[in-house]
């Protein structure tokens, strides 16, 4: 089995809160995600669907409010529904001090999970 990647450096996050205002958050992704759902850590959970393209729409609409996080969410898919999810993160606590960030810079409730 190959080593584990060595942890990114902090990211600074800018997000577009409406057309005249932007506000910057840092989150500490472990590694870019792929698509593959065999990754394992701690997780935000952003959101969850029933359908595939919903779930890849509200994706879309991240990327461009969030562009320094796209490159860390992705849609996983579990038990019927379509996860909106960004990490890896080093640990529980990295994930909640950037759901925190995401409140408040967004108003997006992000839910720490692990898998």
């Known amino acids: 089995m190959a080593a584990a990647p060595a942890p990114a450096s902090p990211t600074v996050i800018t997000a577009v809160t409406t057309p005249f205002k932007t506000e910057t958050v840092t989150a500490t992704p472990v590694v870019a995600v792929t698509s593959e759902a065999s990754v394992k850590g701690s997780f935000l959970q952003l959101g969850a669907f ?64 692990a898998r």
């Open 50 to 113: 029933g359908s595939q393209e919903n779930a890849e729409n509200y994706l879309s609409r991240l990327r461009i409010q969030v562009d320094t996080l796209a490159s860390s969410l992705h849609v996983y898919p579990k038990d019927g529904l379509f996860r909106v999810h960004a990490g890896p993160y080093a640990n529980p606590g990295e994930a909640r001090a950037a759901a925190e960030k995401l409140n408040q810079a967004l108003g997006i409730k992000a839910v720490v999970v």
